[in-house]
């Protein structure tokens, strides 16, 4: 795929970029090696290949819930900037 100057200029301006000239030049060098590689990668024969979405077989391993002791509230409140009552007190987030 040919890729111009004058088309990174277009995206650059679509994606409210400001590239200055070299930036533009790098660019579109930049992109022409990537859209050339995606073009070898084109010409691979996957026929029977089945389409995945990692390279590697990954499932979710879920563990468990086991119920555990937890820290005791007093020695979690001990190093809190500030506590009310039995609380963690922090600022407000949403306002008045």
């Not at 691979?44 to 119920?67: C, I, K, Q």
């Amino acid at each position: 795929m040919s890729l111009s100057r004058e088309d990174v200029i277009k995206v650059s301006l679509l994606a409210r970029l400001q590239l200055s000239g070299a930036e533009t030049d790098s660019m579109t060098e930049q992109l022409r090696s990537i859209l050339d590689y995606i073009e070898q990668l084109n010409e691979l024969d996957t026929e029977g290949v089945e389409p995945m979405a990692h390279a590697a077989d990954v499932s979710n391993v879920f563990a468990d819930d086991v119920l555990r002791p937890s820290l005791d509230r007093k020695d979690a409140l001990a190093n809190a900037p500030k506590a009310d009552d039995e609380c963690f007190r922090v600022p407000a987030v949403l306002g008045d």
